[in-house]
T-cell receptor, first 113, second 114 residues
Framework: DSGVTQTPKHLITATGQRVTLRCSPR?????VYWYQQSLDQGLQFLIQ???????AKGNILERFSAQQFPDLHSELNLSSLELGDSALYFC????????????FGPGTRLLVL | SQQGEEDPQALSIQEGENATMNCSYK?????LQWYRQNSGRGLVHLIL?????REKHSGRLRVTLDTSKKSSSLLITASRAADTASYFC??????????????FGQGTILTVHP
């Protein structure tokens, strides 16, 4: 158990819908990262937050947004969902943000029908 | 796009044998990490090696890093059936826009037969 929690574990929804994925980092970690894992793209970095502020951005679609709250938990919002958004979404956390081990949560498996 | 390429894509061995996986990357790095993923589940951190380190050990794991060749290898000694999983290398690049962004390779699927 990495200490990173993610909810829900599974999510099934329809095209065009909007979902919110939630992540609680390890106690004491200030950085949260979101990654997407799909069969065709592999593991891809989406976005990083550090202590409430956006720190780095990857190939995150405009339909996706994220935020980190004062209690350091983070949410990833996916809107106008498409079939291709079906994937495993991972949250990871680390103490700071540079040259550190990132600890991954169990993931949320999203299926868009 | 993936930073690294892993070799082989799949590896099948018998229990007790050693397993070696290789990872190559393209840009300068701060560190390189290896992760394990059991069938569609979360990633488990195995080991982190910094760019100024050449070799690191953790239990049955041995990782080497050659920054001149931009490559790393993961050796699992005396493998067990429980080692069956996908193994990924991930790099933390240099440069201000990289911060803690990890770039993953495509992974090696390791199967250890009892």
């Amino acid at each position: 158990d990495s200490g990173v929690t993610q909810t829900p574990k599974h999510l099934i929804t329809a095209t065009g819908q909007r979902v919110t994925l939630r992540c609680s980092p390890r106690s004491g970690d200030l950085s949260v990262y979101w990654y997407q894992q799909s069969l065709d793209q592999g593991l891809q970095f989406l976005i990083q937050y550090y202590n409430g502020e956006e720190r780095a951005k990857g190939n995150i679609l405009e339909r996706f947004s994220a935020q980190q709250f004062p209690d350091l938990h983070s949410e990833l919002n996916l809107s106008s969902l498409e079939l291709g958004d079906s994937a495993l979404y991972f949250c990871a956390s680390s103490v700071g943000g540079l040259q550190e081990t990132q600890y991954f949560g169990p993931g949320t498996r999203l299926l868009v029908l | 796009s993936q930073q690294g390429e892993e070799d082989p894509q799949a590896l099948s061995i018998q229990e007790g044998e050693n397993a070696t996986m290789n990872c190559s990357y393209k840009t300068s790095i701060n560190n390189l990490q290896w992760y394990r993923q059991n069938s569609g589940r979360g990633l488990v951190h195995l080991i982190l090696i910094r760019s100024n380190e050449r070799e690191k050990h953790s239990g049955r794991l041995r990782v080497t890093l050659d920054t001149s060749k931009k490559s790393s290898s993961l050796l699992i000694t005396a493998s067990r059936a429980a080692d069956t999983a996908s193994y990924f290398c991930a790099t933390d690049g240099t440069g201000g826009t990289s911060y803690g962004k990890l770039t993953f390779g495509q992974g090696t699927i390791l199967t250890v037969h009892p």
